[in-house]
């Protein structure tokens, strides 16, 4: 059973920077697509970030592009989201999810789900 463990979110000022990484075990890392959501709030998910299973292609919303940056170490079955000029709406439950049909950024196709991390930007 693929299991996901994210870690490294906390307050951060407007401006400043955290990286979020997300240790899968259970199953075989370089298989999976990857991908970072988040959850404001009343809001529903969204997609932020995905990884395809080779790690060549990177695929961003709109709204952190140039800003946030994917990466995965096949080695240590993690994958990072590297997130900078962060911004108060930022704000959210960051998710890591795995298997789902590269480049799809539908939630709804995520099969694995990790707990969640909770990033609060203040300005």
């Known amino acids: 059973q693929v299991q996901l463990v994210e870690s490294g979110g906390g307050p951060v000022q407007a401006g400043g920077s955290l990286r979020l990484s997300c240790v899968f075990s259970g199953g075989t890392f370089n298989s999976y697509a990857m991908g970072w959501y988040r959850q404001a709030p009343g809001k529903e998910r969204e997609y932020v970030a995905s990884i395809s299973w080779s790690g060549q292609s990177t695929y961003y919303a709109d709204s952190v592009k140039g800003r946030f940056t994917i990466s995965r170490d096949d080695a240590k079955n993690t994958v990072y989201l590297q997130m900078n000029r962060l911004k108060s709406e930022d704000t959210a439950v960051y998710y890591c999810?795995?298997?789902?049909?590269?480049?799809?950024?539908?939630?709804?196709?995520?099969?694995?789900w990790g707990q969640g991390t909770q990033v609060t930007v203040s300005s």
């Open positions: 999810g795995a298997d789902f049909p590269s480049p799809s950024r539908r939630v709804s196709d995520v099969k694995y």
